[in-house]
């Protein structure tokens, strides 16, 4: 069984007296860097000038080019974005870590890939919210927490896995559950994940579904309403009780279909595609793609988003969400 962490069983005190320099300001930055100051923990902010830099201001933090950051801090969580971590770790965090320090995560790419390579007088660790950056603040401030992964890589100090505890509880993640992982598999699992279930899958899913009602003549509204504003509603009663709850709340005429159509849709050809998807994240294959289009300037990834953000459903959904009051600001 996989060892599970509560809030008792990480200590606060470990991070007392520690400076922790969150590199980036994005989805993930903002929320743990937000989550930790709450919780009592000393957080300054490293980035480059521009976009992010005000933002962090704003919101109260001392804000310094990348390297000022590291050379402050005691705890350095990487939170750039995956593509640009190796360029930045070489130029302007390497150079300025002190020794003891402990070099964090929240996803194992660059160190599982083999594109950072830390010195051996560092603690290395992951701390890696299961959830959006946006929810990993939004739940923290309800009170409650996202679950997080834990994993040690490195452990110069012997104390790199009570960090990597406290960390998560100054996160809110212990208000949840923590789980125990190795890089190898959070990288892995979080891709799969992504790629094939969570947000490929699901949009993907979406859009057929949206495309087969309006190509059989449907209003694009109704079409809409039925395979994407519904889709919150039915995960959500999978995310509080299982198959079980949302299937207890459904009709007996949607839940008949639920069972006999649905392995229809997600049939042999979809476990064949999703073990081929899995399959290139183990031998490295999309990790290699990923690294090289984004050395060309990634042309395959704007013209994909652009398609989509184009697409029917995007339009429709922005009018429909216009008029509901619970989508206005
Ligand atoms: N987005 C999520 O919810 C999520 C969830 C789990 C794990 N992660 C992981 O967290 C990490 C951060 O992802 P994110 O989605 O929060 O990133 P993001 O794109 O939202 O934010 C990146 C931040 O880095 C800054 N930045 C970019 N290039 C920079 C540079 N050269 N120098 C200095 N600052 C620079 C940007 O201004 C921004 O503040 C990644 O490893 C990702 O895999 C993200
Ligand atoms: C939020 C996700 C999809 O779980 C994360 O893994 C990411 O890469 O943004
Ligand atoms: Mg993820
Ligand atoms: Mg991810």
């Not at 560092?122 to 679950?147: F, L, Q, S, W």
């Not at 490295?284 to 459903?313: C, Q, S, Y």
Request: proline share 5%.
């Amino acid at each position: 069984m996989v060892q599970k962490y509560y809030e008792s069983d990480a200590d606060p005190r470990t991070l007392e007296g520690r400076t922790i320099a969150v590199i980036g300001y994005g989805s993930q930055g903002r929320g743990q860097a937000l989550n930790l100051r709450d919780s009592g923990c000393r957080v300054v902010i490293g980035l480059r000038p521009g976009g992010s830099w005000q933002r962090a201001s704003e919101d109260g933090f001392e804000v310094y080019p990348v390297a000022d950051a590291v050379r402050r801090a005691d705890v350095v969580q990487i939170l750039l974005p995956d593509e640009t971590q190796a360029a930045v770790y070489r130029t302007e965090i390497s150079p300025h870590l002190k020794e003891n320090a402990c070099l964090m995560f929240s996803h194992g790419f660059n160190i599982h890939y083999g594109q950072i390579v830390p010195p051996p007088t560092v603690d290395v660790i992951m701390v890696a919210p299961k959830g959006p950056g946006h929810m990993v603040r939004r739940t923290y401030e309800e009170g409650k927490g996202v679950p997080a992964l834990i994993a040690v890589h490195q452990d110069y100090t012997g104390n790199a896995h009570a960090i990597a505890l406290a960390y998560a509880r100054g996160i809110g993640a212990t208000r949840a559950v923590v789980l125990e992982t190795t890089f190898a598999e959070e990288t892995e699992t979080d891709l799969f994940g992504e790629q094939a279930v969570l947000c490929g899958g699901v949009t993907s899913l979406i859009k057929a579904g949206f495309e087969t009602l309006v190509d059989a003549g449907y209003a694009p509204e109704m079409a809409y309403l039925e395979v994407l504003h519904e889709m919150k509603l039915i995960v959500d009663l999978i995310y509080e009780g299982g198959f079980t709850k949302m299937r207890d709340s459904i009709s007996n005429t949607a839940q008949y279909g639920d069972l006999t159509r649905g392995p229809r849709v997600i049939g042999p050809e979809t476990y064949a595609a999703m073990q081929e998807i899995l399959e290139e994240i183990q031998n490295g294959e999309f990790a290699r793609e990923w690294m090289l289009e984004n050395m060309v300037n990634r042309p395959v990834f704007t013209a994909l988003t652009k398609a989509d953000e184009e697409h029917l459903i995007e339009q429709v959904g922005k009018e429909i969400r216009g008029f509901m009051p619970q989508f206005k600001k």
